[in-house]
DNA sequence: AAGTAGATGTTCT
DNA sequence: GAACATCTACTTA
């Protein structure tokens, strides 16, 4: 049966955090499904929000692990991150894409879309369909509204990993990892 | 199928 | 001012 992730679960690094994390089921007030791609960002990491240090807009990341860390991207995107390391290190991982699995009127109303396999494909989009928002900076992951549960360990899973998307810094670090062959991916590995 | 422009607000130099 | 962990709509092929 599917186990609900707790603080630990999140402990270790981001990249490890991000690899793990692949085929565990995300839900925001009911509504989401299966993780299928994410990026490790983290402090000693150009690319990453926190590599500046802490700043009003970062702190959650330099948080305890296991809690939200939401920005805002472009003006228009709201983007969901799970803080994950050492408490006082700074560094998440990005939610890229999921396969919708609950909660599939909900997000097409948000997204003003039919299509199953674009309400989630993309960080941007997951937020929309998920009703992401500041209200939810900073808040753990073990409780409401937010649900999230480890990978079913019956099956093996299969990730793969490349570099990450849409950064212009540390553009070879292969910490984009996501479900081999799933449909549901913002873009093929 | 692939490329480009435009949207829009916060953070950084 | 420029950059930015993006998405959509529109062009050209």
Redo the contacts with the bound molecule.
């Keep these: 049966m599917l186990r609900p992730l707790r603080h630990k679960d999140f402990a270790a690094d981001a990249p490890s955090v991000a690899r793990a994390l692949i085929g565990a089921t995300l839900l925001v007030d009911g509504v989401g499904g299966l993780i299928v791609e994410v ?1 490790a ?1 983290d402090e000693d990491d150009p ?4 590599h ?1 240090g802490r ?3 970062n702190q959650a990341m330099f948080g305890p692990p296991g809690h939200a860390y939401v920005y ?6 709201w ?1 969901l ?1 799970f803080v994950c390391g050492p408490e006082g290190h700074g560094s ?1 991982v ?1 939610i890229r894409a999921l396969q919708p699995t609950h909660g599939l009127e909900r997000m097409r109303e948000r ?1 003003g ?1 039919d299509d199953e396999r ?1 309400l989630c494909a ?4 997951v937020g929309q369909a998920l009703g992401i928002t500041k209200a939810l900076y900073g808040l753990p992951l073990d409780q409401p509204p937010f649900k999230v549960l480890a990978p079913n360990r019956r099956q093996p899973i299969d990730v793969v990993c490349g570099p ?6 540390a553009v070879d670090t292969p910490w984009r990892f996501g479900l081999a062959g799933s449909r549901y991916l ?1 873009r093929r590995f």
């Design positions: 990026e960002y690319a990453s929000h926190c500046p700043t009003p807009r805002f991207n472009y003006g228009l995107h983007c991150n998440g990005l997204r879309l674009l993309g960080p941007g989009r990450r998307i849409g950064i212009r810094r913002s």
